[in-house]
């Protein structure tokens, strides 16, 4: 089993930065992969980011370029650098670990922008 602990949201001005932090309870470098999904309200869940043991990295087209996952196996942390910020990336952001036939998620952190 996997404890996943996101850290870092908050509320800021658009055209701000926000660095969330993801803490796993395990190595990260035995998960697959590793994301970041967002849930904004009256919306689905939808995937902002992902990243790969190898470091493959995938983005959501509405995050290209502004956002940045990363990861420090050293200690098992998975990030996620948010740049340029605007209102419609105001959300519940959860961290997920994605391992062989299971699934674990973070509790989220809240991440407001306002215009």
């Known amino acids: 089993q996997v404890q996943l602990v996101e850290s870092g949201g908050g509320l800021v001005q658009a055209g701000g930065s926000l660095r969330l932090s993801c803490a796993a309870s395990k190595s990260i470098s035995t998960i697959n992969a590793m994301g970041w999904y967002r849930q904004a309200p009256g919306k689905q869940r939808e995937l902002v980011a992902r990243?790969?043991?190898?470091?493959?990295?995938n983005y959501a087209d509405s995050v290209k370029g502004r956002f940045t996952i990363s990861r420090d196996n050293a200690v098992n942390t998975v990030y996620l650098q948010m740049n340029s910020l605007t209102p419609e990336d105001t959300a519940v952001y959860y961290c997920?670990?994605?391992?062989?036939?299971?699934?674990?998620w973070g509790q989220g952190t809240q991440v407001t922008v306002s215009s």
């Open positions: 990243i790969t043991t190898g470091g493959s990295t």
């Open positions: 997920n670990a994605d391992m062989t036939f299971v699934t674990y």
